[in-house]
């Protein structure tokens, strides 16, 4: 199976959701004019990402957001980034995925950073699966950020053998910039390719762009095909999008090279991850 798929590293305005709706319209549009099948956009990608006490005048519940993307959902799946109110009474940071008019996943982070500049855990819960689902274009699975910086996750959805991952995040400018690079990026940039490459699986990475509270966001965002190689690269600090066209042939080519996926024995792997808690 081919597919086309958009990554759209976009600035949204901070805490201004009607805003932030009419441009993911607008990049939904264009991707749509580009035959795109599937357009993916960073993490809190209708709200902004320092929103602190304004958490809580942004949260959505899931109908709301299948209600704003019904229509558009119908002519290409969208992945887009949100401030959830759950069930619970609790706000999480969560992404969701579209397609036909419906909502078919939600991911909510695991794992919320605060540190340094970070404050997540003290506005958000933590989500609590790590679960994989079924698309038109084969099996996936989400991962936000923090997430994906823990390898225990990724290695989740190898052990489910998912065909893509979708990495979004909001990744602040840290480690030096020159003309060229940004410290963070060269981490980054080589760890999802050391993951797509080890995993055998497509990886998009969808990271935002601007400025909030004086803190500029990355971009740099990127698709890995199974082997580990870039085959859709986009600048830093501007606000753009790309569209690629997926070979879904590749992951049994890499897969039939290096038969890791077939000689993995998850039931060892399972029990020996049981034994941590008696060590």
């Given at each position: 199976?081919?597919?086309?798929?958009?990554?759209?590293?976009?600035?949204?305005?901070?805490?201004?959701?009607?805003?932030?709706?009419?441009?993911?319209?607008?990049?939904?549009?264009?991707?749509?004019?580009?035959?795109?099948?599937?357009?993916i956009f960073p993490e809190l990608s209708l709200t902004g990402y320092y929103l602190e006490d304004?958490?809580?005048?942004?949260?959505?519940?899931?109908?709301?957001?299948?209600?704003?993307?019904?229509?558009?959902?119908?002519?290409?799946?969208?992945?887009?980034?949100?401030?959830?109110?759950?069930?619970?009474?609790?706000?999480?940071?969560?992404?969701?995925?579209?397609?036909?008019?419906?909502?078919?996943?939600?991911?909510?982070?695991?794992?919320?950073?605060?540190?340094?500049?970070?404050?997540?855990?003290?506005?958000?819960?933590?989500?609590?699966?790590?679960?994989?689902?079924?698309?038109?274009?084969?099996?996936?699975?989400?991962?936000?950020?923090?997430?994906?910086?823990?390898?225990?996750?990724?290695?989740?959805?190898?052990?489910?053998?998912?065909?893509?991952?979708?990495?979004?995040?909001?990744?602040?400018?840290?480690?030096?910039?020159?003309?060229?690079?940004?410290?963070?990026?060269?981490?980054?940039?080589?760890?999802?390719?050391?993951?797509?490459?080890?995993?055998?699986?497509?990886?998009?990475?969808?990271?935002?762009?601007?400025?909030?509270?004086?803190?500029?966001?990355?971009?740099?965002?990127?698709?890995?095909?199974?082997?580990?190689?870039?085959?859709?690269?986009?600048?830093?600090?501007?606000?753009?999008?790309?569209?690629?066209?997926?070979?879904?042939?590749?992951?049994?080519?890499?897969?039939?090279?290096?038969?890791?996926?077939?000689?993995?024995?998850?039931?060892?792997?399972?029990?020996?991850?049981?034994?941590?808690?008696?060590?």
């Amino acid at each position: 199976m081919n597919f086309r798929v958009t990554l759209a590293q976009i600035n949204p305005n901070l805490g201004r959701i009607d805003e932030n709706i009419k441009k993911h319209e607008l990049f939904i549009k264009n991707a749509i004019d580009e035959e795109s099948d599937l357009i993916i956009f960073p993490e809190l990608s209708l709200t902004g990402y320092y929103l602190e006490d304004g958490t809580f005048d942004v949260a959505m519940d899931r109908n709301e957001i299948e209600n704003i993307f019904s229509d558009l959902s119908k002519k290409i799946d969208i992945v887009v980034g949100f401030v959830e109110r759950g069930e619970d009474k609790n706000f999480y940071i969560s992404q969701a995925y579209l397609s036909y008019g419906k909502i078919i996943h939600v991911h909510r982070k695991i794992y919320p950073p605060t540190h340094g500049m970070f404050e997540d855990l003290k506005f958000f819960g933590r989500g609590r699966k790590v679960k994989s689902f079924n698309t038109r274009f084969g099996k996936a699975g989400i991962l936000i950020c923090r997430d994906f910086f823990h390898p225990s996750l990724p290695l989740i959805y190898y052990l489910k053998n998912v065909d893509f991952m979708i990495f979004v995040s909001a990744i602040p400018v840290r480690g030096g910039y020159n003309e060229k690079d940004v410290g963070i990026f060269k981490t980054t940039d080589s760890l999802i390719s050391s993951y797509a490459s080890r995993f055998q699986s497509f990886i998009f990475f969808v990271n935002r762009v601007g400025f909030e509270e004086g803190i500029g966001f990355m971009g740099g965002s990127s698709i890995k095909d199974p082997y580990g190689t870039t085959i859709l690269s986009l600048p830093l600090l501007e606000e753009t999008m790309g569209t690629k066209e997926i070979k879904t042939s590749l992951i049994e080519e890499a897969r039939f090279k290096l038969p890791l996926r077939r000689e993995e024995d998850v039931d060892l792997i399972v029990s020996n991850i049981e034994e941590i808690h008696d060590d």
